[in-house]
């Protein structure tokens, strides 16, 4: 349905290094770039996912939005959570199995540097139990 989306961000360097780090984990790369723009997929040139630099941009969506982008496996998700905490992020709710989202809701909650809220989520029957060293 979609074909991309962007975030309007107030530091496009800032901005870029945390989007590097936590889509990398996802398998997705910078795909196109200008002075002002970043776009993120898997194809050269085809970008589904963006940062603008806005510099007077003062504010996000509030509570109710977020973007949750798809990932393929457990690791993806606990990786997509270190990375966004050791690259400006914060915490926004764990990342582990979220049974109030479903039995099998596999994700990952944080806020980038600009305070949207994102999410890695892996839902279906291939959660398995995680050992104790996580």
């Known amino acids: 349905m ?24 996802l398998g997705y ?12 997929g898997l194809e050269e040139g085809k970008d589904l ?9 003062t504010g996000v969506p509030g509570d109710g939005f977020h973007v ?23 915490d926004n709710g764990g990342a582990g199995l979220h049974p109030e989202y479903g039995p099998d809701y596999f994700a990952a909650f944080v806020i980038d540097p600009d305070g949207y809220r994102i999410e890695a989520v ?9 050992s104790s060293d996580g």
């Open 122 to 130: 892996l839902m279906g029957g291939s959660i398995q139990p995680l």
């Open 49 to 57: 996912f963006a940062l603008k630099h806005r510099p007077a941009h």
């Open 2 to 25: 979609l074909h991309h989306l962007s975030f309007a961000v107030t530091d496009l360097g800032r901005s870029a290094a945390f989007y590097d780090a936590v889509l990398a984990t």
């Open 29 to 40: 790369r910078r795909v196109w770039a200008d002075a002002t723009f970043i776009g993120y």
């Open 68 to 90: 949750a982008f798809t990932a393929s496996s457990q690791s993806e998700v606990l990786s997509f959570h270190r990375a966004a905490l050791a690259h400006g992020g914060r």
